[in-house]
């Protein structure tokens, strides 16, 4: 049973392009969230989704930032036009249906704006 | 508001204990988590507690107060393989709210 899966590792775009970052979650897991961490800051609550459904999105920054997690296939954390300040390291982590509190993380993607 | 506070940075030494502080101030509360978290890796889970006490689990123990808003992560016989940093998280309605981390350093 292969854990959350995060593709790209690592992820170089610049200015004003777009960053697409992918997440596979466990299986049996139908809940993804995605956090954010900054250099040397502790992680901060992007995204809540459950397939085909986003159920909290507070964390989300109001515009360039989208989320989805589709039917079929991985959940897909999108950064339109990035910025030097959206530099940071992106993970995932997926939970069992309703009746678990536990999250599971991906190895996470870093993404560097150049 | 959500307000989860930890201290930044602990040192200690190789086989000695340490406890690692956290409070926290949230609108909903469903259980407390630690994880650990090494340089570029992904945070792993540790403990979690959701009634008063404390757990046990090998050379690492997690206590809860939910009345105080407070709760503790304690190393024993400590190992160099323990520099991390340690993340506290609020299980809170629907999600993980984490503090900032607690980095920790070993020494011989």
């Known amino acids: 049973n292969a854990g959350v899966m995060q593709n790209p590792r690592h992820l170089v775009r610049r200015r004003g392009q777009e960053a697409r970052l992918r997440c596979s979650p466990m299986?049996?897991?139908?809940?993804v969230y995605w956090y954010r961490q900054l250099p040397e800051e502790g992680l901060k609550f992007m995204v809540y989704?459950?397939?085909?459904?986003?159920?909290?999105e507070s964390g989300m920054p109001k515009e360039r930032f989208s989320a989805e997690f589709p039917k079929e296939g991985p959940s897909i954390l999108r950064i339109q036009q990035v910025v030097r300040g959206d530099s940071a390291a992106y993970f995932c982590?997926?939970?069992?249906?309703?009746?678990?509190?536990?999250?599971?993380f991906g190895q996470g993607t870093r993404l560097t704006v150049v | 508001g959500q307000n989860i506070d930890q201290p930044t940075e602990m040192t200690a030494t190789e086989g000695a204990i340490v406890q690692i502080n956290c409070t926290y101030q949230?609108?909903?509360?469903?259980?407390l988590f630690w994880y650990q978290q090494h340089a570029g890796e992904a945070p792993t889970f540790l403990s979690y507690?959701?009634?008063?006490g404390l757990e046990e689990k090998g050379r690492f123990s997690s206590f809860l107060s939910r009345s105080k808003g407070y709760s503790y992560l304690l190393l024993k016989e400590l190992q160099m393989k323990d520099s991390a940093s340690y993340l506290c998280?609020?299980?809170?309605?629907?999600?993980?709210?984490f503090g900032t981390g607690t980095r920790l350093q070993v020494f011989p």
């Open positions: 299986k049996g897991h139908s809940h």
């Open positions: 982590a997926s939970s069992p249906p309703i009746g678990s509190t536990e999250a599971f």
């Open positions: 949230t609108s909903g509360f469903n259980g």
């Open positions: 989704l459950q397939k085909e459904n986003i159920i909290d």
């Open positions: 507690n959701v009634l008063d």
């Open positions: 998280a609020v299980y809170n309605t629907d999600k993980l709210i």
